[in-house]
């Protein structure tokens, strides 16, 4: 089955996240704040750690400019919040964090080198065993995630599916596309924004990530055209 990998991964998650949020509901206000600051902490490390696997800085900073010029022209966040806001209102959710906990979560879960190598392996026919261990990893995950930012992290499986899902399918269709180099200025693309997501979270200051994704299409672009075009 060509999306076994993705579909266990969505699995985890759903069950992970269920589980959270039964476990959030019980905790006192002061744990859940608590908790919420060390998410924050965790995501900020996390994303060091995968922005530092980049080594082209140009393609970085370049992809982040333009990506965010383009996320302000478009109005990202504004209109994810609109959109955020409606679901929030027909599914009767009253957690403030729902568009936080699905950016976030999404990021977590797909800008991994283990997402865009598992996904490539699944589709070149090589099993999924890397999925099948992110799935695990996603899942214990989902659950600290949803204990604090409720049910947005569920939400996450729709950006998951599309992403992680159609990254598969181009491997399917196109064999092996992705280039390392590629998948290592994607991810620290990721991670720069996960680190922006950390600073929300913390409430250091606000900073509109929405508008910033852009950034992560760029960049396989413009390594794409660098390795391409202009090799070392």
């Known amino acids: 089955m060509i999306l076994q990998g993705t579909l266990v991964n969505i699995v985890a998650v759903l069950i992970g996240s269920t589980i959270g949020m039964v476990v959030g509901s019980r905790l006192p206000q002061r744990v859940v704040k608590s908790v919420f600051q060390a998410i924050g902490l965790f995501t900020i490390v996390i994303g060091i750690v995968m922005a530092l696997k980049g080594s082209e800085m140009l393609v970085i900073v370049f992809s982040l400019i333009i990506g965010t010029i383009i996320g302000e022209l478009l109005r990202i966040d ?11 209102r027909i599914l009767k959710v009253g957690n403030p964090h729902f568009s936080e906990g699905l950016i976030t979560s999404f990021l977590l879960f797909c800008m991994g080198a283990m997402t865009i190598l598992g996904a490539i392996d699944e589709g070149l026919g090589n099993g999924s065993e890397i999925l099948f261990t992110k799935s695990m990893m996603d899942g214990f995950s989902s659950m600290a995630l949803a204990s604090v930012m409720g049910v947005g992290v569920t939400f996450s499986i729709v950006p998951m599916l599309i992403y992680q899902g159609g990254i598969t399918l181009l491997a399917y269709w196109l064999g092996d596309f992705m280039a390392q180099q590629i998948i290592s200025e994607l991810t620290a693309v990721g991670g720069i924004l996960l680190i922006g997501l950390g600073i929300n979270i913390l409430e250091i200051k606000q900073l509109k990530i929405m508008n910033m994704l852009p950034a992560l299409l760029l960049v396989i672009l413009f390594t794409w055209i660098k390795i391409s075009y202009f090799p070392n």
Not at 78 to 86: D, H, I, L, P, V
């Open 78 to 88: 504004e209109s994810t919040e609109r959109m955020s806001a409606k679901i929030k």
